[in-house]
């Protein structure tokens, strides 16, 4: 937790960069704010909490850490940035969908701290599986193109296979950031055949593919993920929902790589095992390069 709490309201600045996963919120902290840990030290978020908290379910990842996240700030590049590690999550707050005209819990955390932080730019950053045989752990995707691909819970919402669009992607630093992935790359896979690159989404079959579910690409196509984006993960198109609705900010996906295509063998719970043993070996160092990447991004701002 946390030490410091907030019942007010996130401080204005130029970029908002949000995560979820406690792997995801320690690899963002030591590359954006080295010296404060999003675990021990970032300053609890509980802004509307009472209210939002209301919508989701018994033990959702939020409910048990009291807050909707934590955050601390930074100056980089000139830039003043607010770095949010989200305790509210799509894929966790709540199993069933809303009434008609009402909201999920994390669309109503998301268009608060969008409208608190009014930066110029929000990022979405965090680990993500691969889809297709050209990934391999540690690449990182950037996208303004997200898109839902609802199988379970919410596969009868108007938005369930919507994609969502925004502008370009500043480039301007990426060779330098993959200069500095050389820093990290004993922690990522030995059998990796290369050095982690950066896809630059342009099309929708680049995608960020958000699911309803815990879906990841095997050999097969199970999950039917293949030519629908480049990976998969639990949240990036609600904020290209709510940005649809509101006057918000430019926003990019950012996705690291952490746990590739898995081979259709044994059962499909034995490949979801395997799929989270490569998560739980480098999730946190595959995130990293996303951490990079942001740097770059909010520097190139």
Known sequence: MARKGTAGALPKADVLVVTWTVDEGHALSRVLTPGKDSR??????????????????????ALEAGRLGAYWTASIAGKKVVIFKSDSHLSQDVKKAPKPGETLPNEDVWRQIVAEVNPRLVITTGTAGGIGTACEVGDVVVSRIVRFDCQSWLKKEPFAAATYRDGPVRTKYFSKARVLFKANSDRLPPDNARPPKIVVATSDAQ???????????????????????????????????????????????????????????????????????????????????????CWALIAAL
């Open 207 to 293: 995608a960020v593919l958000t699911t309803d579910f815990f879906g990841f690409d095997t050999s097969d196509n199970h999950w039917k993920l293949q030519g629908l984006g480049s990976v998969c993960e639990m949240g990036d198109a609600v904020l290209g929902r709510i940005r649809d609705g509101m006057a918000t900010p430019q926003w990019v996906a950012v996705r690291n790589v952490s746990d590739p295509q898995i081979k259709a063998e044994g059962t499909r719970k034995d490949q979801a095992h395997v799929a989270g043993q490569i998560y739980k070996g480098f999730g946190r160092w595959s995130s990293v390069c996303s951490g990079i990447v």
């Open 40 to 61: 021990n030290d970032y300053v609890a978020y509980r802004h509307n909490f009472a209210r939002i908290s209301k919508k989701m379910r018994k033990g959702c990842p």
